[in-house]
């Protein structure tokens, strides 16, 4: 499955990720490549249930 992201940077560091199509499925990290990290595992735990 893939899902559209959208990606912000926060003005005191790091980076805040959202799902849209998953509501509340959110995620951060201090680095680019630790918040696509985080929201990978953050979608495949919000698909468990399912």
Same mark, same amino acid.
């Given at each position: 499955?893939?899902?559209?992201? +959208?990606? !912000? *940077?926060? *003005?005191? =560091?790091? %980076?805040? +990720? &959202? +799902?849209? &199509? /998953?509501?509340?499925? %959110? &995620?951060? =990290?201090?680095?680019?490549? !630790?918040?696509?990290?985080?929201?990978?595992?953050?979608? !495949? /735990? %919000? /698909? !468990?249930?399912?």
């Amino acid at each position: 499955m893939t899902f559209n992201v +959208v990606f !912000e *940077k926060e *003005k005191a =560091g790091g %980076y805040c +990720v &959202s +799902v849209p &199509s /998953l509501p509340g499925c %959110y &995620s951060q =990290g201090d680095t680019f490549e !630790e918040t696509t990290k985080n929201i990978q595992e953050a979608i !495949e /735990l %919000y /698909l !468990e249930p399912v």
